[in-house]
């Protein structure tokens, strides 16, 4: 799991996903850096109006886009505290070989741990990673409407996935249902 830049603390919930986004301030690597030479396509405090069309230019040129949330360093730490609890709990598993190329490939998924369904009560998941996944979901929703020139659409949200990187055995043997690896 990485989390890219850090700057000025930000709260833990918003409801609003564009003012979520204007709020927050460039983290120190992409306000310290050339345009040229930044991390990030997208620098955080970026007009949430442009978000879609800057996400759908960068995933139409080369398939991604990264984005700086300006995330603080406390939220930072509080994940990577959340991640090891994953982690230490055994929630990291090999995945299916039917998925593996569809997701990070052999290297950039050696191991996958699921997250919690956004909506449940009491996340195991930890409140920094359950506020990381709920913010991919506001980002999702920011730049919907930018997606079909790209044609296609978001129609529902599967659980985030948390990726251990690394090299050894691909995939496990386990084998999914077409129905699963949907």
């Known amino acids: ?12 919930a918003s409801n609003e996903p564009a003012l979520m986004w204007s709020t927050q301030q460039p983290s120190s690597s992409s306000r310290h850096q050339a345009p040229a030479q930044s991390l990030f396509d997208i620098p955080a405090g970026s007009n949430p109006a442009l978000l879609g069309a800057s996400v759908v230019e960068n995933l139409h040129l080369k398939g991604f886009s990264v984005i700086d949330l ?8 509080q994940a990577v505290a959340d991640v090891d609890a994953i982690l230490s709990a055994g929630r990291f598993k090999p995945p299916p070989p039917l998925i ?9 998924s050696q191991l996958i741990a699921p997250l919690e369904l956004p909506d ?8 920094a990673i359950t506020h990381l996944d709920s913010l991919m ?11 079909p020139q790209l044609d296609f659409q978001i129609e529902d949200r599967t659980v985030g996935l948390l990726h251990q990187t690394g090299s050894g055995e691909p ?12």
Not at 1 to 12: D, N
Not at 120 to 127: N, T
């Open 100 to 108: 593996v190329d569809g997701l990070l490939g052999d290297t950039g």
């Open 171 to 182: 995939g496990s043997n386990d084998s999914l249902t077409e129905v699963e690896a949907q």
């Open 120 to 127: 449940v009560a009491s996340p195991s998941d930890g409140k």
């Open 1 to 12: 799991f990485s989390i890219r830049g850090c700057s000025e603390p930000t709260p833990l």
């Open 137 to 147: 979901t506001d980002i999702a929703t920011v730049i919907a409407p930018a997606l």
């Open 70 to 77: 300006g995330l603080d360093a406390q939220l930072h730490a």
